[in-house]
C-alpha cells in the first residue's frame, strides 16, 4: 500500500542525513598534500595514513613487538657486496655491534692489496628507534657504489630512553676511534681517508663526531648530515615542549603537523634522549645542539641535504650556511617535493635515488686514494 502523502514541505521529506568523512589519523594535511612528490603521497596513504606513529604508542609496548608498529617505507634493496660482518665494540659500561660491509680486495701493480677508505654510518630514529636494519641497505649501496675503494661500518649505538644523552654521542666516538685505532689493519684502511654520516638523528651525531675530530687533530674527509639535527635548544622548552612561537626556524611552522616528522615527533625525542628536564645549561651543550658550537673552523668538507616538506629543513640549512662562513667546504642538498624520510624512500622516489648517487659522487671526491 503506498503510503500517504501530506501538504509538508518536499525538501525535508527528502532530507538525508549528510555524511561526514573524517580524514584518517596522520593524514597528509590538506594544504601540504599538493607540494608532495605524488609518488609519496600515493605511498604514504597506502602504507601510513591511519596508523599510529611509533612516538603515540608507550615506548615499553614498542620494545616488545617493534615490528607490529613499524611501517613499510620504501627503501630500495641495496646490491649484494663481498661480505657482510659484525663485531663488538668496547664503550663505557658494555659493548655495542658494528655491522661491517666489504667490498672485495683490490690488488696494486704488485699484487697487494690496496688500502681502502672507510664510512661510518650513524642511523636515524631521533636517538629512540632505529638499528642495524634501518641503513642495512644504503651501506651495501655506498659500498657498491666506490668500487672496491671503501668499507662502511654501521654502527648500533644505544638509545634512549633506557640510554639518554650523552650515551649516543660517546657510543659513536668510541665506535670512530676503535674503527681508526684498532680495525685500520684488520680491514686494511687508511686511517687517513675516514668519513661519518647519517640521517636525522644521525645526521646531528655525524656533525658531532666531525667535531671532534677537528678537536683530536684526527683527519676526516667528508660529514654526510642527511636532513640533519642541529639545534634541540631553540624549537623546545626545557621540559620538551615545542616552542612555536620562539622557534627561529619557519620550517617547524610551516610542517607542524606534516607527515613521518611532526612537531609534536621531535619533542617526544627531545623529552626521550635529553629527559625532562634537558641537562641544564653547560660548556657541552653543543653535543646537544652543533648549531652553537663555540668553533667552526677547519672542519671536514660537508655535504648536507635537506629535504622541501620537512620541519628540520630551516636548521639543516643555517647549519651549512654557518660552515660555509667560517671557510669550510659546502656541498647543500634541498631535495623537492620530499619528506624528512626522503633517504629512506629510495625505493619508490626519483629524489631519494638521486640522494644517492650524490652521496656516493661525494664520497668518491673526497675519500678516495
Known amino acids: 500500500m503506498a503510503p500517504q502523502t501530506s501538504d509538508g514541505d518536499p525538501q525535508l521529506h527528502q532530507f538525508r542525513v ?4 573524517l580524514p584518517l589519523h596522520n593524514s597528509i594535511p590538506l594544504e601540504l598534500v599538493h607540494r608532495y612528490d605524488p609518488v609519496y603521497v600515493e605511498h604514504y596513504n597506502k602504507y ?3 596508523r599510529l606513529h611509533t612516538h603515540e604508542v608507550p615506548i615499553e609496548e614498542f620494545r616488545k613487538d617493534p615490528a ?9 634493496v641495496g646490491p649484494d657486496i663481498f661480505r657482510i660482518t659484525e663485531q663488538k665494540c668496547p664503550v663505557d659500561g658494555g659493548e655495542i655491534a658494528v655491522r661491517i660491509f666489504e667490498p672485495a680486495p683490490k690488488l696494486d701493480d704488485q699484487g697487494r692489496p690496496k688500502k681502502r677508505a672507510a664510512y661510518l654510518n650513524f642511523h636515524g630514529g631521533g636517538w629512540v628507534f632505529g638499528g642495524l636494519s634501518a641503513d642495512h641497505d644504503f651501506c651495501k649501496t655506498v659500498v657498491d657504489g666506490l668500487d672496491g675503494d671503501l668499507v662502511a661500518f654501521d654502527v648500533d649505538y644505544r638509545l634512549a630512553p633506557e640510554n639518554k644523552y650523552p650515551i649516543a654521542v660517546e657510543d659513536c666516538w668510541a665506535a670512530f676511534n676503535w674503527v681508526r685505532g684498532q680495525k685500520a689493519v684488520e680491514f686494511n684502511l687508511d686511517p687517513d681517508r675516514l668519513s661519518v654520516g647519517g640521517a636525522s638523528a644521525g645526521g646531528h651525531l655525524a656533525a658531532v663526531i666531525a667535531h671532534l675530530c677537528r678537536d683530536a687533530g684526527i683527519p676526516l674527509r667528508l660529514q654526510v648530515l642527511t636532513v640533519p639535527v642541529c639545534d634541540m635548544h631553540s624549537t623546545f622548552t626545557p621540559d620538551g615542549q615545542f616552542d612555536r612561537g620562539k622557534c627561529p626556524y619557519e620550517s617547524y611552522r610551516e610542517m607542524e603537523f606534516a607527515p613521518a616528522l611532526p612537531a609534536a615527533r621531535m619533542a617526544y625525542f627531545h623529552r626521550h634522549f635529553l629527559g625532562v628536564p634537558r641537562p641544564p645549561p653547560s660548556k657541552d651543550d653543543w653535543k646537544i645542539s652543533p648549531m652553537f658550537a663555540p668553533n667552526f673552523q677547519n672542519l671536514a668538507k660537508a655535504f648536507v641535504s635537506t629535504a622541501e616538506l620537512d620541519p628540520l629543513r630551516d636548521e639543516g640549512e643555517v647549519y651549512a650556511a654557518k660552515l660555509e662562513a667560517a671557510g669550510n667546504r659546502v656541498e647543500l642538498n634541498r631535495i623537492a617535493g620530499a619528506p624528512h624520510l626522503v633517504a629512506a624512500l ?4 626519483q629524489g631519494g635515488q638521486e640522494y644517492n648517487r ?4 661525494a664520497l668518491k671526491q673526497e675519500v678516495r686514494g
Open 18 to 21: 549528510p555524511g561526514n568523512i
Open 48 to 50: 601510513n595514513a591511519g
Open 68 to 76: 607490529r608498529y613499524t611501517t613499510v617505507y620504501g627503501r630500495a
Open 346 to 349: 629510495d625505493g619508490i622516489l
Open 358 to 361: 650524490k652521496v656516493i659522487a
